[in-house]
């Protein structure tokens, strides 16, 4: 059985006590490897070195120059592209999804490397006119690294999320904390693997996996760690928010969502279908961004959801290794979290359409399968309305207005994403404008791309990743004025 460690200032290491953690495929409920189970002091090691080699190292990484960094960053791309299967296959073990689009995720993430690498070598800050009462003057910013980043990620891109935070913090020049979800660490150790080989100096990054309420806990509230960018759940991105008013860290919250699907009758209805499926099945609807509240037309519903439920219902389960249309949820008491929220909804009204139940068939008998769920008949204060559920299950709803629709969709605390089906360019155009969400989509569902920002409004979240805002939400500006005048002292009498 493999044994995977914590890397810290440049060291492969044990927890401090020795502990370790079971790592499970969720297809099959097995242990795949055991996993080193950091603790607070792990975390302040790893901070400490973190926090050297910014401040200390006189040819530390964020001394080397944005090119040097950039051509090491190309080098990590080349090498993780190398090993495409088995980082794909490695994913796949842990989080369950299916094969294909853990490839997705490491050719994804071989792009956003890429992309950043580049990204540090455009032009960056602004030239000011300031002259005024002073003199002859000038302003300008630069971009400069904001220091140590603790960078915590969720389960469900295990890797891409990783890379999504590591790739613009790293090409700007800081140094790094990681703490992976502990549903699925062994892509990440993998990833680590990769960035010790590379010329980067000892502490530069830092790898301690643990549990949130400890090494997580402990990044979040050290006064040494400069920034903290975080995805993941609203309950846990508000205590993140919280322990970093301790120094008044920089903060990126990437959370969670319960993201509205609009279509109006004059839709395209093979093509609104296909994007709801994409939308609330992908990745077994494990998606912070998944179109989990359809809201459609009332007089195009009955036929809508026939459609959607004869595809639902001829979706193939299994192990994702051998490229089923969804593979299990990522861990049993997930999978119970999802069921549970089924039964609930059930109890307070929704009709079940199709799925609903845990799939045991065959090769699912010990995995953690829920056969994709339609939920109807689903009134806006139902929990599976309410509630980010992040399994395959979706709420349909009705309306007959436009008014009536964007009040639906916004009625939620949630604000990532939403889309809008309809042939009505301008009724699109209106539509989107009116939802309150960062990301949008009409006539489609889900794709992002790394040169667009994503993130969210209300509880969804705080700051962007991917794009260039990706990229200065992990650097601070510093403005510099410069007197073109050194001899001419005479400011006060002008005052
Ligand atoms: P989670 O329970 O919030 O955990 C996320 C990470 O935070 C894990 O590494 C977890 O560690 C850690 N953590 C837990 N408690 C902590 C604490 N008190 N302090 C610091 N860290 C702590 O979320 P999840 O269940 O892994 O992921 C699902 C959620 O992520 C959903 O809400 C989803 O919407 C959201 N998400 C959002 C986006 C986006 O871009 N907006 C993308 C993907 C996912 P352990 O679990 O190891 O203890
Ligand atoms: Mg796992």
Redesign the pocket.
């Known amino acids: 059985m493999d044994r995977v460690l914590n890397y810290i200032d440049g060291n492969w290491t044990e927890a401090s006590d020795g502990v370790f953690f079971d790592v499970i495929n969720p297809a099959s409920g097995e242990i795949v490897a055991k996993a080193a189970k950091g603790t607070v002091d792990d975390a302040k090691r790893a901070i400490m070195a973190a926090k050297r080699e910014f401040y200390e190292n006189k040819n530390g990484w964020r001394r080397f120059s944005a090119v040097k960094r950039s051509e090491i960053l190309l080098k990590i791309a080349d090498k993780l592209e190398s090993l495409r299967d088995e980082f794909a296959r490695t994913e796949t073990i842990d989080n369950g999804k299916p094969l294909r689009e853990a490839y997705g995720d490491v050719d994804d993430a071989v792009s956003y490397i890429r992309y950043y690498a580049g990204a540090i070598r455009m032009p960056s800050g602004a030239s000011y006119e300031v002259n005024d009462g002073f003199g002859p003057m000038h302003s300008y910013t630069i971009k400069e690294p904001v220091g140590v980043c603790g960078l915590?990620?969720?389960?469900?891109?295990p890797l891409l999320?990783g890379v999504q935070k590591l790739a613009p913090a790293l090409a700007a020049g800081n140094t790094v904390v990681f703490?992976?979800?502990?549903?699925t660490p062994l892509s990440t150790v993998k990833f680590f693997e990769i960035l010790a080989e590379s010329e980067m100096p000892a502490g530069t990054v830092n790898l301690v996996m643990?549990?949130?309420?400890t090494v997580?806990?402990a990044?979040?509230e050290s006064p040494d760690v400069d920034m903290v960018s975080?995805?993941?759940?609203?309950?846990?991105?508000q205590?993140?928010y919280r322990?970093a008013a301790v120094n008044v860290k920089k903060i990126g919250l990437?959370?969670?969502?319960k993201s509205p699907n609009v279509i109006f009758a004059d839709a395209d209805l093979d093509g609104a279908v296909e994007w709801a499926m994409m939308g609330v099945f992908f990745n077994q609807g494990e998606?912070?961004?998944a179109g989990s509240r359809i809201i459609i037309e009332e007089s195009i519903k009955d036929e809508f959801v026939k459609r959607l439920a004869d595809r639902a219902d001829k979706m193939v389960l299994g192990n994702g290794l051998e490229n089923p249309d969804m593979g299990p949820l990522v861990s049993k008491s997930h999978m119970e979290k999802v069921l549970g929220f089924i039964e609930k909804a059930k109890e307070e009204g929704a009709k079940v359409v199709c799925g609903g139940y845990r799939y045991t068939e065959g090769q699912c008998a010990k995995g953690y399968f829920v056969r994709p769920t339609i939920l109807d008949n689903c009134s806006n204060d139902n929990i599976a309305v309410k509630k980010?559920i992040?399994g395959p299950v979706v709420t349909i709803q009705t309306f007959k207005t436009e008014e009536e629709a964007v009040k639906m969709a916004n009625d939620t605390e949630y604000g990532?994403a939403g889309a809008v089906f309809t042939k009505d360019g301008a009724r699109a155009l209106r539509v989107i404008k009116e939802i309150r969400a960062g990301i949008t989509w009409v006539n489609c569902y889900n794709p992002a791309f790394v040169e667009a920002p994503?993130?969210?409004y209300k509880k969804?979240?705080t700051g962007r990743?991917l794009s260039f805002e990706g990229l200065e939400e992990y650097t601070e500006t510093k403005q510099i004025t410069i007197n073109l005048n050194p001899g001419e002292l005479s400011w006060y009498k002008k005052r």
């Open positions: 915590i990620t969720p389960w469900n891109y999320m703490k992976p979800s502990s549903e643990g549990g949130g309420s997580g806990s990044i979040s975080f995805t993941g759940s609203t309950e846990v991105g205590s993140i322990a990437e959370l969670g969502g998606v912070c961004s980010e992040f990532l994503w993130g969210g969804s979240g990743e």
